[in-house]
Nanobody, 125 residues
């Protein structure tokens, strides 16, 4: 079993930066793919970014490419999402997710097994 706890959300202005963290406990992420998703009010949960724990391969949604960076700290078993040049349309609850695997960087929410509780990011214009 894997437990995920997100932190780092908040209220910022357009153009600002935030870094989200996702601490994992229960077992090491050594053979997992981990990702970030977000869900705005009235919308479906959407893929933001994913990273493989082995090799650090990454995949990003087009809407965040060039602004967001996903990374991980193997020693701390922690996943990060650095968000720069934030826009009001980035406002959402952000979730980290994980699933077993080392090759495919899944983009569908249904492909992930473990989820955090979410952290709110609000970007004002």
């Amino acid at each position: 079993q894997v437990q995920l706890v997100e932190s780092g959300g908040g209220l910022v202005q357009a153009g600002d930066s935030l870094r989200l963290s996702c601490a994992a406990s229960g077992r090491a992420f050594s053979s997992y793919v981990t990702g970030w998703f977000r869900q705005a009010p009235g919308k479906e949960r959407e893929f933001v970014a994913a990273i493989s724990w082995i090799g650090g391969r990454t995949n990003y949604a087009d809407s965040v490419k060039g602004r967001f960076t996903i990374s991980r700290d193997n020693a701390k078993n922690t996943l990060y999402l650095q968000m720069n040049s934030l826009k009001p349309e980035d406002t959402a609850v952000y979730y980290c997710a994980a699933r077993a695997g080392t090759v495919t960087l899944y983009t569908a929410a249904s492909s992930y097994t473990y989820w955090g509780q979410g952290t709110q990011v609000t970007v004002s214009s």
